[in-house]
């Protein structure tokens, strides 16, 4: 394969990608999961070679003194190769989207109407370090009935380069088009321009990483996007709260996993109970070496650094926390509205009243009651797989399962009917 | 009202729009079906003062030369107006598409899962000529609890102020705040402007009109946007149709409203049938008035005017028709994809292979057996009320009723769950 840096050449691949989709759309469920799981086959059975690429790549990051962090997330072992196959067994395993009638009927006049999942067609994945990636986002877009582009990090480019060729081997064994899987070159960003001003060539874009990579796609692409992935997730403790799960939900919420875009980063408490549970809130994050940035109330304890009026809207992603007391549910309100980035937000009460407002009145991709944040996932809603979590309103907000990468399209089907 | 024709101005409209539809979003149904009620009766009370405003409409438009078919379509009627108010009591019987559960489940650890739809927020709607479109997009985006921000045409402006001013009044007679509908003035092309970059003010806009206004608002705005209605759409006589079926079908699909998305603009006729069929559809269309703008085999008969290749990508929106012979299914699925406009696509035969054949691999928002396009509507489809046909694949495709009209967030409840 040549390397294609131009718009014209990024053009060639997605035309390349649009003429497989077509005979994709059609497959059968049996046909892509035959490919699916002679995927995940393929990539165990070349596990020398992609982990020989992926050296070349942590190798060369670690040389540019890359942080142990990012390298990390660069790194493929042989565990994760065998996680990254059953990830394709697992969507092999799941329904198939397409063909599934989401609604039909058959009207006065007797036209029958269907509403049916059809693929998008042409999928363009933006996406940074993780090579994992490379391989989940083909498979759930090959179970969609989807090609893809993936334009993975430049960092992770052999490891892409040699997973996206097994993974086409593959494909082609089984039957498909070798190019429902392409690989979009990292090794300049006119790459990822292309992609954004293709619109018509592909579908839709789908960036997953950091918030400055989502927000450069979600104003620059003339491609419809679907922005994934920014939280600043709020936990509020109400007056009427159980303390022993607001204080159990606040450290899972902040600590579990610090950064992803479903763990908490701020805080609010109720005053009327403030007393009560500020001293033991402080204490156990403190334990477990999250710095929190408080208001007044929370400055009173050792070790609480103060709140600036950025702390509010910081997606921290780690082991800090912004935290104030407010003096009602309805300025919890007021806060998350002013704050939120609408992806998870959570309300700790034993009161049916509070929790019904907040579930009504928050505006955001999920709303939790008595809940971690950190449940806002597709794993945990039970999709199966995920492509990532969309923080936007239209077409899918919240976790993105296998229905979410599809379109739909209505059959009308009569006798000669006419108007 | 002053009339804010910057930037900050029509930002500060949004806001509005933002205040007023945190309490939109939690009305009742009762709340927002009595303020539908009051609107319809409202503007029924009122109509000597919005036809006194509509006659200014008229008077400048035909002062300016404007042709009758367009001043026919701004010129309103104790008879148009009852359609508007009967709209509005339409939508008010329609069920409430808020609350409504999408999907839900217990999950492994007990946690209840629900998808529940909500309203987007604020909608901004751009739309051409028609004054009746002012009511029906406030009553659909009132029932679906949006605020609305309407910006019609400025050929249109005093009408549209009238009927807003009247909407208002009753709006809040019901208890609703009167922002849940504002008009954007129409003086300057500026005002679309500021919609299409108001993102996070605005949730959605949804331009209805002309192909050139749809493309230029897809085009340059960075708030996402529903694309509706641009119509190239074909009718296929595959070699085994009944040929009175087709004829009554392509007769129906170009005559019956020409001026519309979802007529016919391109015919394409099977090889075999066509000796048969040319003749009896020359003839039917002619007898319409239609101008066959057609193949070599089309020309052969009197009046038919050689098709250039321009020809077949017109969405002509009049009585004139594209028309080729096609040698094979395979062919007419060819000339589709390279040339429509994915809205409505029919095929006539009695073949059910070629039937299936058809659904499957026409990538449109409609397709269609045996049946005239022109069934592509909301209101041949049951919706009860439509804001218009999507024609992208992004969160609705086809025509959009009051469901298409919402997002969904996800409740999630627990008794202190951690992960």
Redesign the interface.
């Given at each position: 394969m040549t390397t294609p840096t131009t718009e014209q050449d990024v053009l060639a691949l997605a035309q390349r990608a649009r003429a497989a989709s077509?005979g994709l759309?059609?497959a059968t469920r049996a046909q892509k999961d035959a490919a699916l799981l002679a995927m995940a086959e393929a990539l165990l059975a070349a596990q020398e070679q992609v982990l020989a690429a992926n050296a070349e790549d942590v190798a060369r990051a670690e040389a540019a003194g890359t942080p142990e962090g990012i390298v990390d997330r660069l790194r493929l072992t042989p565990a994760r190769l065998e996680g990254m196959a059953q990830g394709l067994r697992d969507v092999a395993a799941l329904p198939d989207p397409v063909g599934e009638v989401v609604r039909g009927?058959t009207?006065?006049n007797g036209?029958e109407?269907r509403?049916v999942r059809?693929p998008?067609?042409v999928v363009g994945m933006i996406y940074e370090a993780r090579p994992n990636v490379t391989a989940d986002a083909a498979g759930i877009c090959l179970k969609s009935g989807n090609a893809v582009l993936l334009r993975g990090s430049s960092s992770a480019a052999a490891s892409n380069a040699a997973i996206v060729e097994v993974l086409r081997g593959a494909a082609e064994d089984a039957g498909l088009e070798a190019d429902v899987v392409q690989l979009v070159p990292a090794d300049s960003h006119d790459t990822v321009k292309a992609l954004m001003r293709a619109?018509g060539a592909v579908?839709?874009l789908i960036p997953r990483g950091g918030a400055g990579l989502i927000r450069a796609v979600?104003?620059e692409s003339?491609v419809?996007v679907?922005e994934t992935g920014v939280g600043n997730c709020h936990v509020y403790v109400d007056a009427a709260a159980?303390l022993?799960?607001a204080l159990?939900?606040v450290?899972?919420?902040k600590t579990?996993r610090p950064s992803v875009c479903n763990a908490a980063e701020s805080l609010l408490v109720h005053a009327d109970v403030a007393e009560a549970f500020l001293p033991r809130v402080v204490e156990a994050l403190q334990r477990e070496s999250v710095t929190i940035h408080g208001d007044a109330a929370f400055t009173a304890y050792g070790g609480v650094v103060p709140a600036t009026e950025e702390d509010w809207d910081t997606e921290y992603l780690c082991l800090d926390l912004a935290a104030r007391v407010v003096p009602s549910l309805d300025e919890a309100l007021a806060h998350v509205?002013r704050h939120s980035s609408q992806h998870s937000e959570a309300i700790v009460t034993e009161d049916q009243a509070a929790?019904r407002r907040w579930?009504?009145?928050v505006?955001?991709?999920?709303?939790?009651?008595?809940?971690?944040t950190?449940?806002?996932d597709g794993g945990?809603?039970?999709f199966g797989a995920e492509i990532g979590i969309s923080t936007?309103?239209?077409?899918a907000?919240?976790?993105m399962g296998l229905p979410e990468m599809t379109?739909?399209?209505?059959?009308?089907?009569?006798?000669?009917?006419?108007?």
């Open positions: 077509l759309a059609l009927s009207l006065a036209l109407l509403q059809v998008f067609g619109r579908d839709v979600v104003e003339t419809p679907i159980d022993d799960k159990a939900i450290v899972n919420a579990h509205r929790a579930v009504a009145a505006d955001a991709a999920a709303v939790l009651v008595n809940a971690s950190r449940f806002t945990e809603f039970g936007q309103k239209l077409h907000r919240g976790p379109s739909t399209k209505y059959v009308v089907t009569g006798d000669g009917h006419v108007r």
